[in-house]
């Protein structure tokens, strides 16, 4: 069985990217379209955990008790 030497590591330099403008412009529009549903599950999941934390540790307007 024979190893091979190891290889060197080989490095890339990324100088110029040439990309339309009409291009860049549909891309952004659609991260910025695909993050708006992200933000909404991203806060229900966000308020299911507060939900919880609440129940389990009793804070919140729905604990309280009119004494």
Do not use: N
């Not at 990217?17 to 860049?24: A, E, M």
């Not at 991260?31 to 299911?48: R, T």
């Amino acid at each position: 069985m024979s190893t091979q030497p190891p290889v060197p590591e080989q490095r890339t330099v990324l100088t110029d990217i040439d990309i339309p403008f009409g291009r860049l412009v549909v891309f952004f529009i659609k991260v910025g379209l695909a993050a708006i549903p992200a933000a909404i599950i991203l806060w229900l999941i966000m308020w299911v955990i507060v939900m919880v934390f609440g129940m389990l540790f009793g804070f919140g307007w729905w604990m309280h008790r009119p004494f």
